[in-house]
């Protein structure tokens, strides 16, 4: 199968829902190169995000909607559009973004369904990006994803890998509810395989990464990268599954617990805060769940409870690395840490 | 005179409205201080005309965004009494089965896009549901309802702004009654509404929103610019609200004379009967019907509702997802 980036396999997912329903439109800061739509060079970069390449050429400036810096207003369009009949996909380029405009998010289109007693709906995709990395500091970098799944009426999705991006970006813009969309600012770059023709990847449905019988990572986003590369780094020596949740609302509590039970053994990482993170989560799942089965006391490896800090070497220790999930492996399997030289 | 041009069914139809508006919220004002209405209730009373004249230039293709105070947008959009009057009590056949209540009241099925209980709330939804109507290109358009409250949200300035940068077909419909919650127009509002609403490239017109006249004809005025892509526009309707914030508000922060003062000078549907008498607009005799049948609707609706059962248990999980 061909291999292409995450982000191309994105900007495949909108061109073919939008060549395939005209109620399919996007709406973002810069997305049609700017200024409302650019011919030429920068109408086909696609923004800061680049995922919206080449879409403002192909279907123009009705449907490629460039918009000022108004967050609440980007909302207010994709909310009200939604509850009218359209099918809008809204980029809020960093999720951090949220704090600007979350009342229209999860006052409004979050609660249609229910406040409006089953009569209405808002089948809208946000998207942006999330997550630590590149040095981008406190207000460009957050795992804000708990919050959104707090959120009773909001579907969150974090792919992993190029394949499901494509899967869950078609199922999210067919779904009938309102689907929080994260892309983790280090994976755009990323290769795999994907299909060339439109396929789904439905929400609520784990994927196991790594089949294994001594130990479970559950984790999500980036993080499933780092858990796999130690999985595979340890395979001599421990056996671990690996579980990527593609979504955490819904979550898929099923594959987790057959997995824990399984295994008898769980970490979960989740690269946000601790307090109520996901991670927390999937640990109150296994207690439940799972209690006869755990061997040992599950763990949980996230980032500290501080904002992203802006230094390299400080965000470097923030960010969960793969040596930390390497280091909690081996201090819940018993196995000796390796010697740093 | 612009209002000999008014069809007469028009008129009926805009004072059946009033009627209904200031019948209907008369009777939960009695069953709010009898205890038999639950949460927060927000009366529109005072303010009949602003809902009638506008929404007397829309049909159920259009689009209404209200506020927390949206009873009467809900029943001048074409919402029946009885399942507003059901919603009111929590009722399992209310208009949203209950669930939504006074603040969140809707009618999708004849775009009531919902009352809001976030001020400044629908502002941003009703530029959304105006770009649905223009990419459906019907001559269709929307209205955000919005108190002098909301016109100092951040929300209502970055809606009013996108309307104009995306050209959108919506119209502004900003209800100053004087007060957000407890607190005067004058002190929290840093310049007059209609001179900022202008300043973002916005048409606006002053008009006295107790007046259906005056709101029905500036109306007229604008409401062509947003079927026929010419853009959005706004007009600020002042209209003081009789009744306190909520329900049970004291309203201590008001001259009790004022509210006496309103209720002799600036009653909605006296100053339209009046109009009517002295244009001889419509035979007033028609009018008597119309009270009739609206006291009766109204008692109907009503005591149908309160011994009504509540939502069936069951209903607390439903609604939340289409599929989970």
């Known amino acids: 199968m061909r291999e292409i980036t995450f982000r191309e396999s994105l900007n495949e997912a909108l061109r073919q829902e939008m060549e395939l329903d005209d109620r399919v439109l996007l709406i973002g800061e810069d997305i049609a190169g700017g200024n409302g739509g650019t011919e030429g060079a920068a109408g086909s970069t696609g923004g800061i995000l680049g995922v919206t390449k080449g879409l403002y050429l192909q279907f123009g400036a009705d449907r490629v909607i460039d918009t000022p810096i108004s967050e609440s207003a980007i909302m207010g369009l994709a909310a009200g559009s939604a509850l009218t009949g359209m099918r809008p996909v809204a980029e809020l380029m960093f999720m951090d973004f949220f704090g600007v405009c979350f009342d229209q998010i999860y006052n409004q289109a979050a609660k249609f369904r229910y406040m409006f007693g089953g009569k209405a709906s808002a089948p809208m995709v946000v998207r942006g990006m999330v997550g630590a990395g590149f040095g981008s500091a406190a207000q460009h970098s957050q795992a804000l994803w708990p919050i959104f799944s707090h959120i009773p009426g909001l579907k969150v999705v974090f792919p992993s890998n190029p394949y499901d991006a494509k899967g869950l970006l078609i199922q999210a813009i067919r779904d009938e509810d309102p689907v929080v969309f994260l892309e983790h600012k280090t994976l755009y770059d990323t290769k795999g395989p994907v299909p060339e023709d439109s396929y789904t990847v439905p929400f609520g449905e784990a994927n196991i990464t790594r089949r294994g019988d001594d130990l479970t990572i559950v984790t999500l986003g980036r993080q499933v990268l780092f858990a796999n590369a130690v999985a595979d780094r340890l395979k001599h020596q421990v056996s671990i599954e690996v579980v990527d949740m593609r979504t955490t609302s819904p979550i898929d509590t099923e594959t987790i617990l057959e997995s824990v039970r399984h295994t008898g053994r769980l970490l979960a990482v989740d690269e946000a805060n601790p307090i109520c993170s996901i991670a927390s989560e999937i640990v109150s799942i296994a207690a439940i769940g799972a209690h006869g089965s755990l061997i040992s006391p599950p763990r949980k490896l996230t980032a500290p409870h501080t904002p992203v800090p802006a230094a390299p070497n400080l965000e470097a220790l923030y960010i969960p690395q793969e040596q930390d999930i390497e280091r909690v492996v081996r201090e819940m399997l018993g196995i000796s840490q390796p010697v740093i030289a | ?324």
Not at chain 2, 26 to 37: L, Q, Y
Not at chain 2, 67 to 84: L, N
């Open chain 2, 1 to 324: 005179m612009v209002a000999n041009r008014i069809e007469e069914d028009v008129l009926v139809h805009a004072y059946r409205v009033m009627k209904r508006i200031r019948t209907f919220e008369t009777r939960i004002s009695k069953e709010f201080a009898a205890g038999t209405v639950p949460g927060m209730t927000h009366l529109y009373i005072g303010q009949e005309a602003v809902a009638a004249g506008v929404c007397a230039h829309l049909t159920d293709n259009d689009y209404t965004a209200s506020t927390h105070r949206g009873h009467g947008h809900a029943i001048a959009k074409g919402a029946e009494i009885r399942g507003m009057a059901l919603e009111l009590f929590r009722k399992g056949e209310g208009v949203c089965k209950g669930k939504g209540g006074s603040m969140h009241i809707a009618d999708v099925s004849r775009g009531m896009l919902g009352a809001n209980a976030i001020v400044g709330g629908a502002a941003p939804l009703a530029i959304g549901a105006a770009l649905s109507a223009k990419l459906r290109a019907k001559g269709n358009m929307a209205v955000a309802f919005a108190g002098d409250g909301a016109t100092n949200q951040g929300t209502t300035f970055e809606a009013m702004n996108m309307a104009v940068v995306l050209n959108l077909p919506v119209l502004f419909a900003i209800e100053n009654n004087g007060y957000g919650e407890h607190t005067g127009n004058e002190y929290a509002t840093g310049a007059d509404i209609t001179k900022r609403t202008k300043g973002f490239g916005l048409p606006c017109e002053r008009v006295d929103g107790t007046d259906f006249f005056e709101v029905y004809d500036a109306m007229e005025r604008v409401v062509n610019r947003a079927r026929t892509g010419k853009g959005p526009s706004a007009i600020e309707a002042v209209a003081m609200r009789w009744h306190g914030h909520f329900e049970g508000d004291p309203q201590n922060y008001r001259d009790k004379r004022e509210i006496e003062k309103l209720r002799k000078t600036a009653d909605p549907l006296v100053k339209f009967l009046q109009r009517v008498e002295a244009d001889r607009l419509i035979d007033l005799s028609i009018l008597a019907q119309v009270d009739e049948a609206v006291t009766q609707e109204v008692s109907e609706a009503v005591d149908y509702a309160l011994q009504a059962p509540p939502p069936n248990p069951a209903e607390l999980l439903t609604d939340v997802y289409g599929s989970y």
